[in-house]
């Protein structure tokens, strides 16, 4: 067979990719090139491919530098027991299809990965040559995420995070002996240990502010760090993930964790299921998530009525647990503190600031609130205004119907 194309290898090295979730640009720092000469700006628009929390459309050239990899992790497509074919981009290659990518408007980053060629220091220095070449050499004022080796040598992760917006180091798995069955080169402590790493550099380099006129600190990962877990490989409850997903929040000062539902892979091996989890777990994880980031929630709130340690799929995690803890509610608009609000179904974190802010000036009534919610019929339950009551409702034993999603019978054809 000849030598394939550059483009059979973006085929290849695209759709290997896709399978790595945590590659939203949210928390970059707005940057463009104008003072530098170069090109590139993370402020523009182009085809667009993921969302950042603040609602950017962002596109990013999501590819990996090889899908051969001498690591054989039982849940990955390019393990080096799996059959597929295998491709592979030179530095250079990367670095120019990254530009042309970005000259024609195409893309505002790169979001780079890699399977471990001869070893991890050799891997992660080639994903540190692409950023400092497109960087240094080339002035590129866009959004680069570096997926880091976690077995890589620190000053390789170091030098990385000088040139990337975002690094992620995947912790994969949320429990030790899954991650020890599944992929048994790799080591919970070895991840953690760089994720520690990673923090040290960004607190390192914070500004003291005590110390006006000193030059800043080189910049060290604007976006902070993130991670992946892939949820529906081994027996993990979701009440595990958000277990891990709290220690790592704590721990390493994680910008996101990302919940990628595991997809079935040909040859794979008998450990791993046949079928896709439902992709309503991953957003039932995700909105758990969001609870104890921007919400208030304990993560053992979230599941003290979850006996089998799994969210509910029929209602999202707060509306459950606010069926479970009745005795809270109602809640009053007009006088209730910013913490109680948080807590009441169908009132976002605008919502709950959109309210404090009107009712300094009026005592919110329900067609006040009914302006500023997205739907009324999930909070109207929970909350009493100067005209309105849920009376009984809260007592009632079939409150839950009235928010379950109805069976539908699938179409005949
Ligand atoms: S190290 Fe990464 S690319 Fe290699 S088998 Fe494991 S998950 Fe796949």
Request: contains cysteine.
């Amino acid at each position: 067979m000849g030598k394939r194309t550059l483009i059979d290898r973006l085929a290849i090295l695209a759709d290997a990719a896709k399978y790595d979730a945590s590659c939203a640009s949210s928390g970059s720092a707005k940057r463009n090139s104008l003072s530098t000469n170069g090109i590139g700006s993370t402020e523009g628009m182009g085809i667009c491919h993921a969302y950042a929390p603040d609602g950017r459309c962002i596109s990013l050239l999501k590819i990996l530098m090889t899908n051969f990899c001498i690591y054989d992790c039982k849940y990955c497509i390019n393990r080096v027991s799996s059959n597929v074919e295998r491709a592979r981009f030179s530095v250079d290659e990367i670095v120019k299809l990254t530009l042309d990518f970005y000259k024609r408007n195409y893309i505002e980053g790169l979001f780079l990965s890699s399977g471990i060629i001869r070893s991890s220091n050799y891997t992660m220095d080639q994903m540190v040559e692409v950023a400092r070449k497109l960087r240094v050499e080339h002035n590129f004022g866009g959004y680069i995420h570096l997926k880091s080796i976690p077995e890589a040598d620190p000053a390789l992760i170091e030098q990385a995070g000088l040139h990337a917006d975002r690094l992620s180091i995947n912790i994969e798995l949320p429990r030790e002996a899954s991650l020890k069955s599944y992929a048994p080169e790799k080591s919970g402590a070895v991840i953690r240990s760089a994720m520690a790493n990673v923090r040290h550099g960004i607190e390192s380099r914070q500004p003291d502010r005590k110390e006006r006129g000193k030059a800043r600190p080189p910049r060290f990962i604007p976006g902070g760090q993130s991670t992946q877990m892939i949820v529906g490989a081994d027996q993990s409850s979701d009440k595990d993930i958000m277990t891990t997903s709290a220690s790592l929040y704590s721990g390493y000062k994680l910008r996101r964790v990302y919940y990628s539902a595991f997809s079935p892979i040909q040859d794979s091996s008998g450990d791993l299921p046949l079928i896709k989890p439902p992709l309503m777990r991953e957003h039932r994880l995700y909105q758990a998530d969001w609870l104890m980031r921007f919400y208030g929630f304990e993560k053992d709130e979230i599941f003290e009525a979850r006996q089998d340690g799994m969210l509910d799929l029929d209602l999202d995690p707060k509306l459950a647990w606010a069926l479970e803890r009745r005795e809270r509610f109602p809640v009053n608009v007009n006088r209730a503190t910013r913490e109680e609000l948080l807590r009441v179904p169908g009132f976002g974190t605008k919502s709950v600031n959109r309210i404090l802010a009107a009712r300094r000036h009026t005592n919110l009534r329900l067609d006040h609130i009914a302006r500023i919610v997205r739907s009324l019929k999930t909070c109207r339950d929970f909350i009493e205004t100067v005209d309105w009551h849920p009376s009984r409702a809260l007592d009632l034993v079939t409150l839950r119907d009235r928010f379950v999603p109805q069976p539908q019978q699938l179409q005949l054809l």
